[in-house]
Every structure is written in C-alpha cells, then in structure tokens.
C-alpha cells in the first residue's frame, strides 16, 4: 500500500524540552492510525506538524507526497483538522460556518448544500444551524467542527479527541463513518485518551512517551509485544508508557 | 489570489465584529444579521455633510479667505487622515480582541492565503470607518465646489483610498511583527512575556493617543500647509504632497508623487502579505515546558502586610491576571493616558507646567493625579466581572465574603497607589510646593485613593457582569456611571477644602486638611459598608 503520510526522523524542541524526538512514522493510505500517549507526550505537537501549522526542528514530513513545509497550502486542501477544543467563528451561525468553511474548499453551491444539509441531519443539527455558535453546547461545537473538518471530503483527516462532548449517537455515526471513509481510502490519524475507541476504531496504533515511538502496530500486536495477550489495551497502554503503578499512587493519594 | 475567498472571510470578519458588539446567543437578528448600516451610514453621510458645509460653510465662516484656507488644508490633509484612521483602529481592534483571538486559529489550517486574508482584512477595516471617510471626503467636497477646486477634491479622495491601503498594510505588518516577536518571546521568556506583551500594548495605546491629540492635530495641520512641499524624505506624506503640488497647478510634481503614493500603496500591500506569510506563527501549544519544581512556601509579603494566607492568594490571583490578560489592557491603558499626557506636555515645556500660580501648576499636573484615581476605581470595579464564569471557583472555595472584599480591593489599590507615589513624586520635584502642603496633599490624595477604590468595588460588586461571550464587560453599564459619578462626587467632595485653600488661601492648611479628611472619612465608612454589604448579596445570589 502507498504512504499516506511520512515522517522521517522528526525533532520538535519547545526550549529545554524536547517534544518529539526523532520520530518515523509510515501511515498507509486508508488506516485509522491511532496517536495514543499521556498529557504531553508529544501527540498534538506530532499532528500539527502534519499539518504544518508547527514546524519541525529537523526531519521531514509529508502528506500524500507533498512536502509539508515546502507546500503547506496544498497539504491544507487535502486535509480536515479537528483539534482538541474546537475552533470555530463562535459569532457566526452554525449555517453561516460551515457555508464560509465550504467557499474556502471550493465546493460548488450544489455540493455545498447537498453535504451540509446531510451532515446537519446526521448530526441532529437541523433546527439549530442559524442560530450564533457562541450559544452551542461543546458538543453542538464539536459537531460543527467535525461537519468542517469532513465536508470537503479530505484525503486526510487528523483528529485530536475528535469524541470528547459527543452524545454516544453521534459518537457512534463518528466512528462508523471513519470506518466507511477508511474503505474509500480516506487515512484517519486519530488522537484519544479514551483505549477503548482506540481499540474498537484502530486499524493500527503509535504510543509516544517523551517523544519518542514506544510501540507501533495493530491493537493486538501491542498485546504481543507487551506480552499481555488477555489484556485491554489499556493495561498494554500503561505498561508501555512505563504508568503501571496506578495502584501505588492511589494509595498514596487516599493517604 | 481567490477573490471569493478573500470576500467571504472579509464578511465573516465583520459579521464576528458587529456580532461581538450586538447578538447575544440565539438567532442574530436586525443590524446583527445582516450588518449594512455601516454602508448606509457612508452612502447618506457624504452627499449630507457635501451639501451642508457648501450651503452652512461660507456662511458661518464669513470670509472667502477663510473658506479658501479651510478648504485648501483640509484637502491636503484627507489622505494623511485617513492613513492615520485606518491604522488607528485596525491596531486599536488588534488589542480589542479578546475572544474572537481563537476563532482566528481556525484560519491556519484552512487553505486561506496570505494575500487573501490581507484583502479580507483591509476590507473589513474599510467597511467600518467608511462612515468616517466618507463625513471628511463629503465636507471637503462641499468646501471644494465653493472655491471652484473639484479637481483637487478628485485627487484628494483617491488618494485618500491610496492612504486607506497604506494604513491598513502598516497594520497587518505590525500585526504580523507583533504576532512574531511575541510568539518568540513567548517561547524564550514564558509568563514574563505576557506582561512584556501587555506592557507594549498599553505604550502603543498611549503613544496613539499622544500622537492624536489635539494640539499635536492643530499642529499637524499647521506644519502641513506650511511645509508639506519640503517633506518630500516622508513617504507617507506623499499622498498629500500630490494635493499640495495639484493645488498650486504644479502639474509634475502632482503626477510625480501620485505616482509614489500609488507605489508605495502597493509595495506596503506586498511586504503586508509577506509579513503575514513568513511572519505569522499560529498559537503555540506547549509555548514553554520547565522542569518539575517543589512548591515552596514562604511567608509572602502580603501576608506581612496583614492580609491572611486565603486573602494573599486571591490577592496574587488577581494581580496576575492584570499582567496576563489581554482584555485588562484597556482599563490600564485609560487611565495610563491620563497620567502620561502631563508628563508629555511638562517635557514639551508648555505654559502653565513651568510657570505660573501654585494652584495652575498642580492643576496641569492633575490629569496624572485623576489617572492614579481611575486606575484605582476602574481596577475596583471590573475586578468582580472580570472573574467572569470562574467566579464559580470563588464562592465554591471556603471564603467569607469579606475575605473577597477585602483581597479584590487590595488588589486593586496596591498598583494605583504605586502610580500615586509617582505622581507625588512628579508633583514634588516639578512643583516643589512647600513641605505642609506637599504633605497635606499627599495625606488628601491617598484617602481620596481609598476612597475610589472602595466605591468602585462597592458598584462593581453591585453590578457585575460575568458575561464572557460576547464581548466580556465586567461591569454593568448603570453600575459603571454611577459609580463614576459617586466617586467624582465623593473625590471632588475630599479634594475641595484643600483645593479652596491653595486656590485662594481663604482657608488655613490645617482647616482644610482636616475638612478634607472628614470628608474623606465619611465616604470611606460609607463605601466601606456599602463594599461589604454589595459583596455579601453577591455571594448570596451567586449561593442561592
């Protein structure tokens, strides 16, 4: 299978701390890849570099066969974001958004339409679409963001806790069209915290700790790396990133 | 260059302007929905204010001459003017921003370019001081058709759009700037950063308002006619000079700095898109990441001056977030221009600071004492809404409300009477009155201090807003006034008896410090109790 996305041997440096540490990564094109790893590990440093809206110490990154920093426009066209909070023009209405979100990608009037009606009743939306996103719930916002992340039909999605506020309706009309997108040739890179997703969504996972790849492979190759083979992918996650003593330090705390 | 995109952004970006300001929650309706009122405003402000001043000009200002010069200098100066109030308020909207700041975000990973958002920009920017330009460009028109110079009008308006494009590029650039350095000093100097870039912000302010304030326009004005001609080494004078030459029939030198005007728009509209595109850093996420340190705990100097261990820790909260916050920079920055205008004005050395009565000398230098005064009201009475909906945090930790009261008023009063020492100090050395009064003083000014501040926490408590969305205001607008007139009252109340006494000496200084005091005593009791009481229903309600 062809590479969706590239990085070959990526530093990202904030100050004294090193962020990423020379990271490789190979995604293959139409994989959910899963970015797993605790608070500041590097995973949201990783994926905006993919996006190139931060720029990498060293290395190179690119998405589809474009170089990300020689051409970060083309690698923004082919791409949708969700980042962890999402960002949207909180004094526009939902309708108003994504119509702006849609001229910015191009899509004629009746494409335009056609996909934003589809995705606001999917979404349980409708009803709601012109009235000021600033009155939304997160997770009316998130909606709105996931709806312009997907309505131009990108290449690549990269998806920082994409779940986080949805209702378990839309939570599930989420994963299950990753899964269809994925079978069109759609790649997912997808950030969570919550294994579970990870584990039932993920074609392939990374674990980051420090930076640095820990593990990378399908939810049960970690089971066999880590030797855990009955266990959740929780456990293997814990193991791993060297956070297994939960135990210890709940009894310290309880103390 | 996609110019539907670059439309399209420009309307979002009005619509977020007029909407921050207007809509609250739900379906935007009226002006809100469909903000046209700014076009209408400039489409009838121009033929209005042309046929006005042609039909009142020449009558109310009698003398052809008079006409002929007021004609003749304000064509010269409408490009000059409207380069200056393009760059005024889009560097003024920058520091404006507060919520909307993260919306922006979203255009780094949209496929929006430089060029594109610099034109979406310039647009919005045009479409909110049209009204402006257009009142300017219509009484120039009309005083131009009563001297027979349409011509120079002609020149004078395009050239004005030229300094609309000029005015904006600028802007973008320092945007752009600014946007680097403080992502840059971001990462190198971490939270120092925010206070450094706070402090820029609030020198930028009152260096604009230095810059236009109205000897310096009236001067400006003079110089413009008088030497424009010279100024030949200043590009952004160019767009006048064209009107200058034009006027005086001086055909190649008109052409020649029409030419240069419309170069340099567009050399400043490139290097704005070049700003934007190599300068522009989106928001950093991890901007600084230290090492893991150990609470130390130290007996601060809060707690030495008397305040208990909960008091100094709301108390250091609040004075953090006054160096933090964007949004707290305009109530430094009012009343920073108040201090700083004397200062200006006593280094200008102009009549009244160095000579003159004792009375008309501390008068000069009162805007600076009324600055102290503002920082210590306005700090008071924002600093309940500015907690906004974290205000939560507070009535859900164990405090009493007079803990709150007495941590929100200290933080305030603590940054105005270290503006306050200054102004003693400037009052001291540039007035040099004799020791009893300079002491009578100081004692008046510090209570009247006191007594700001109190009664801006009192109203401030009374009536805060902790609306963060739209536009945070922190204070309602009735508890704003009244408050401003209950301190004013209550300041000029305290300053009064001492006033009379320098002013006239009808009274003895020991008479009129003690008057002041007692007045002063009054308003503290008062405000005192009315703090408490206003803090004590507040945290009822917020309880209920």
Known sequence: MEEAVALSSVSKRYGQ???????DLRIERGLIYGLLGPNGSGKSTTMRMVLGLTRPDSGSISVYGVDVRRNPMEVKR????VPESPRL???????EHLDFIADVFGLDDDTKGRRISEFLKAFELQGRENEMIEGYSHGMKQKIAIIGALLHAPKLLVLDEPLGGLDPKSARIVKDLLSKLAGKGVTTILSTHVLEIADAVCDRVCVINKGEKMAEGSPAELREISRMPDSTLEEVFLKLTGSDDVRKVVEALSN | MNFKIAFHLASVLCLSSVRVRRARGGKPSGLAKKPIANLYASAIALPAAAVLSYLVGPGMMGDSLLVKTMS?????????????????YSLLFEFSESSQAASTDLLNWLPVAPAEYVLASAICTSYFISPMVSLLVGVSLGLALCTGSAMAWAVSTGLALVGIVIGISISEIARALLNRASATL?????????AARLILGVIMIVALAAIFNVNFFVRLVEWFVGRVIDAWFAPILWPSMAVAASLQANLDQALAYFALSLLLGLLVLGLAVLARKVCWVPVTIAPKLGALTTQKTRRSLLRRLGFDRVEAALIRKDLRSLTRRREMMVWIAIPAVLFIMPLLNLGAGLPGYASGSLASRLASLAPMGLGALFLGFYLSLVSYGQ?????????????????????????????ASMALAIVLVVVCVAVRPSWEVMLAISIVALFTLIDSSLIGSAFGARYPDFTEVPRARFVMRAGAYLGMFTAAAAAAATALPLYIHISSGSMSLALATGLSLFASGVVTSGAYGAMLSGVADLYDKETR
């Open chain 2, 72 to 88: 003749v200098q304000l064509l010269i100066v409408i490009p000059f003017l409207a380069l200056s109030l393009s760059l005024l």
């Open chain 1, 17 to 23: 701390t090193l962020a990423v540490a020379n990271l």
């Open chain 1, 89 to 95: 023009y909180e004094f526009l209405t939902g309708m």
């Open chain 2, 387 to 415: 907690e906004g909906e974290a205000f939560i945090n507070i009535i859900g930790s164990p405090l009493e409300p007079r803990q709150i009261a007495r941590a929100k008023l200290a933080a305030s009063f603590l940054p």
């Open chain 2, 186 to 194: 971001y990462k190198r100097a971490g939270r120092s950063a925010l």
């Open chain 1, 78 to 81: 082919i791409t949708g974001y």
